[in-house]
């Protein structure tokens, strides 16, 4: 036979007595790399001409890029489309040719080129440039900091909670959960670039690296 300790159930942590935060922990940090996608559109009434047209200038551009020092592993298709191109006279469509695109996803490890990058492959035939986005190679050391900072911001706000009700806080979580990271802005631009114009500044700002975690905190009267 089974005998409960009397007292046993008192020292068990009420299941209601607890406080619920969400903690936030937010850091800035400089990128230090960034990608950009630089394309090639040709167009022709015969699509053996589009492609071929389109490779020459595709290799051109990769080629250019590669002598800027960008490693042939940087530099990756990121979109292949051959779309037919049409006319339209009185609702009627007419068969005008293809069109081909070729983008690429070029990855930077000095920010310091970027606008060079971007020059170079316009002068070398890209007519096609966008989505240019900044990060750090160091994300998940600065995310460990953000999260440092989103579970003492939650252990602030429970602590600021148990002072005004007038209760005895448990210092210890008894459940954490993290949330999910983000980092923001993630700079994109969406540009065009004139062949002959100098090379563009894009300045990337700040990333903002956040954390968040939901944290349970038992409590219990004073003096009981």
Known sequence: MHIQNPGYRNNLP??????KVKGEGEIAVQPDTASVNLGVVTEGKELIDAQQQNSIVGNKVIDSLIA????RNQIQTFDYRIEPNYDYD??????RGYKVTHILEVKI???????????T???NGANYVANVQFTTRYKETYYQQALVMALNNASSKAKTIANTIRVTLNPTPILVTEGIDVIQPF???QVAFAKGASSPQILPGQLQIKASVAAVYNYHPIGG
């Open 187 to 189: 700079e994109s631009h």
């Open 109 to 119: 490890d000095d920010l310091s080129i970027l606008g060079k990058v971007v020059d």
């Open 68 to 71: 800027l020092g960008i490693d």
């Open 90 to 95: 009185q609702g009627k469509q007419i068969f």
């Open 121 to 123: 492959a316009v002068q």
């Open 14 to 19: 009420q299941r209601n007595n607890v406080i």
